[in-house]
């Protein structure tokens, strides 16, 4: 049931330089989040990602490929390391105004030997890292704003001579329609309440979708959301990549996922099926779609106090990559 629609935006691995400063890096072997991290330690995170940006305002990309993680710099060529930092750029711009949301800093030793995956704060409910193997290695999560969303913009450093160096950047987005995953949370508990099981299990896919800031963070909400999710049952949905079969007269289509998206400033149904004829035919397309159309607003009426729109994607499973879709009105106009 938990099928997510991650739009993140990219993932770069770079580096800027950092400050050295007195406690920059002074912390004991373990892993350590919010609180816990030293306040000095969060500052020179915090002036490095400020320092990242300023470069990135005045194009300064060999200024910071010069300065990156050793790591960083063995990875590829100086292109392969532009490209994506550029791109994230391009497309988002550079933050001007960043807030701080959470910060982890990770510090491998004869203690705490080095690990894929490490628990950070409180062992009922942590904050798990997908970490590397760097002696010393820390993550910080910023919102910054986008039009009218906030984004999430990660940034992940290394300590290399007394100074943060930038190992990795990852942005996606915080807000859907300007909601948070708290909004997301509340709708899918009050759809829940009213007995709208389908629509409260794709909100809670939106909340956990927006509640996780980049790729190697899950904060301890998560379970939380997964836990509310897993208590709801449905029928006649596709699961574990099983895809059902709904009768759509005259045939049956084997729909393969049901997810939720966003567009015209609206939530969007999302339904991907076989194709029941050659892509090519359009014809016949749009008539299986209104078929599918017709069949969802029948049997699933209760989608429509979420969602205003249906996309529909038709493939053909011998070439998955090749489809064809549709964005309308979930329920026609009279």
Request: charged content about 20%; aromatic content about 10%; proline content about 7%.
């Amino acid at each position: 049931m938990r099928q997510r629609l991650l739009a993140f935006v990219a993932l770069s691995f770079l580096a800027a330089p950092g400050c050295a400063r007195k406690g920059a890096l002074d912390v004991p072997e373990g892993c350590a989040s919010g609180d816990d991290v030293p306040r000095a330690v969060q500052t020179a995170l915090e002036s490095a990602a400020t320092e990242l940006y300023a470069r990135a305002r005045r194009n300064d990309w060999p200024g910071i490929y010069e300065n990156a993680a050793a790591a960083v710099q063995q990875q590829g060529s100086k292109q392969e390391f532009y490209a994506p930092i550029t791109r994230t750029f391009r497309e988002l711009g550079v933050p001007s105004e960043a807030q701080t949301q959470q910060v982890a800093v990770v510090k491998f030793g004869s203690k705490f030997q080095p690990t894929r995956k490490v628990a950070c704060g409180d062992s009922k409910r942590p904050l798990n890292l997908i970490v590397s193997e760097a002696p010393l290695q820390a993550s910080l999560v910023q919102t910054v704003p986008v039009g009218p969303e906030r984004f999430y913009f990660s940034t992940l450093w290394y300590g290399e001579n007394g100074q943060w160096r930038f190992a990795a950047l990852f942005a996606k987005p915080a807000t859907l329609q300007g909601r948070d995953w708290r909004s997301f949370e509340a709708q899918a508990a009050s759809e829940n309440k009213a007995g709208n099981k389908r629509n409260a299990a794709l909100l809670y896919n939106a909340a956990i979708d927006l509640v996780l800031p980049n790729a190697w963070t899950e904060p301890p909400e998560v379970k939380d959301l997964e836990h509310e999710q897993s208590r709801i049952s449905v029928s006649d949905l596709p699961k574990q990549n099983a895809a059902v079969a709904w009768y759509v007269a005259p045939d049956s289509v084997r729909v393969h996922s049901i997810a939720y998206g966003a567009a015209q400033n609206n939530l969007v149904l999302v339904v991907s099926y076989e194709t029941l004829a050659a892509l090519a035919d359009t014809v016949a397309q749009t008539r299986n779609a209104d078929h599918v159309r017709a069949y969802i607003n029948q049997h699933f009426p209760e989608y429509e106090a979420v969602f205003q729109l249906l996309a529909v994607e038709a493939f053909d499973p011998k070439h998955p990559e090749q489809s064809w879709s549709k964005l309308g009105p979930l329920r026609p106009t009279s």
